[in-house]
T-cell receptor, first 113, second 112 residues
């Protein structure tokens, strides 16, 4: 079974609107971490946001927030007030106990002016 | 500022060659990782290492080996390169159970 599933290969959003990128995960660990990364066309991976499995509040970092629904095993990324520079690939990832990281297949986001 | 450095940004090699990809980190991180990234497949873990001389197979270790003789350096070796190993290779590091991984800029490897 896939550890991380991102079902949206491509998404479009109008500039200044909000967008939600979906991520579901599969683990039997009680302690795990969920991450989102951005990869612009230049290729570097940029860490965006982290959510620990025991964190009760949803993580937020500026315009990024993580909508964590533990019972549904989902960790969706919400980008508010989209900007042209947000156009990139976005990867959801999970770290389980034992320090293995699992990545999803990514969502390509295009922000339309 | 944290730094993960991969020795080459672009590399072209021939089928059958032995290929070395080098990765160095300056953060004193215990964990180091090698991934390959292919369109539509995301990042797939090849090998990771949680300490000097320690290594664990990831999801796709076939055709690869690794070496970690020093904490800061983690090398990926293609024993006999094949065209299906043409890919983007990403190195990363992290503290155990700690902050997220830090990535190098990637090596785009082409096997002809």
């Amino acid at each position: 079974a896939q550890k991380i599933t991102q079902t949206q290969p491509g998404m479009f959003v109008q500039e200044k609107e909000a967008v939600t990128l979906d991520c579901t995960y599969d683990t039997s660990d009680q302690s795990y971490g969920l991450f989102w990364y951005k990869q612009p066309s230049s290729g570097e991976m940029i860490f965006l946001i982290y959510q620990g499995s025991y964190d009760e509040q949803n993580a937020t970092e500026g315009r990024y927030s993580l909508n964590f629904q533990k019972a549904r095993k989902s960790a969706n990324l919400v980008i508010s007030a989209s900007q042209l520079g947000d156009s990139a690939m976005y990867f959801c990832a999970m770290r389980e106990y034992g320090n293995q990281f699992y990545f999803g297949t990514g969502t390509s986001l295009t922000v339309i002016p | 500022d944290v730094k993960v450095t991969q020795s080459s940004r672009y590399l072209v090699k021939r089928t059958g060659e032995k290929v070395f990809l080098e990765c160095v980190q300056d953060m004193d991180h215990e964990n180091m990782f090698w991934y390959r990234q292919d369109p539509g497949l995301g990042l797939r873990l090849i090998y990771f290492s949680y300490d000097v001389k320690m290594k664990e197979k990831g999801d796709i270790p076939e055709g690869y080996s690794v070496s970690r003789e020093k904490k800061e350096r983690f090398s990926l070796i293609l024993e006999s390169a094949s065209t299906n190993q043409t890919s983007m290779y990403l190195c990363a590091s992290s503290l155990p159970g700690g902050p997220p991984q830090h990535f190098g800029d990637g090596t785009r490897l082409s096997i002809l």
